[in-house]
């Protein structure tokens, strides 16, 4: 059973960092994509970053880019969002989700519950 658990959310000041972590389980990672997802009060969800197993690479959405940083830690089945330089517009809740394949969707295949970023100014 794929399962994904989201931990790490809470409250951090604008300019500040977080790191927010995902625990992964019941699938091979090498054979997945895994993305960071988040869904703002009143917004629809957004994908940030969608890291691709075959080539070790990560894609940013534009506004995150430059700020966050997804990083994988396959020995410890855990993945990692570096938030740095908050902006009061990132405050959402943010989700792990996985697919089989190389190609993160919009309608990703297994998601994690969820954990609240809420930036104060």
């Known amino acids: 059973e794929v399962q994904l658990v989201e931990s790490g959310g809470g409250l951090v000041q604008v300019g500040g960092s977080l790191t927010l972590s995902c625990s992964f389980s019941g699938f091979r990672f090498d054979d997945y994509a895994v993305a960071w997802f988040r869904q703002a009060p009143g917004k629809e969800r957004e994908g940030i970053s969608c890291f691709i197993s075959r080539n070790s690479l990560s894609v940013y959405a534009e506004s995150v880019e430059g700020r966050f940083n997804f990083s994988i830690d396959i020995a410890k089945n855990m993945a990692f969002l570096q938030m740095n330089s908050v902006k009061p517009e990132d405050t959402a809740v943010y989700y792990c989700?996985?697919?089989?394949?190389?190609?993160?969707?919009?309608?990703?295949?297994?998601w994690g519950k969820g954990t609240l970023v809420t930036v104060s100014s």
């Open positions: 989700a996985a697919r089989p394949g190389y190609h993160c969707r919009t309608n990703m295949d297994y």
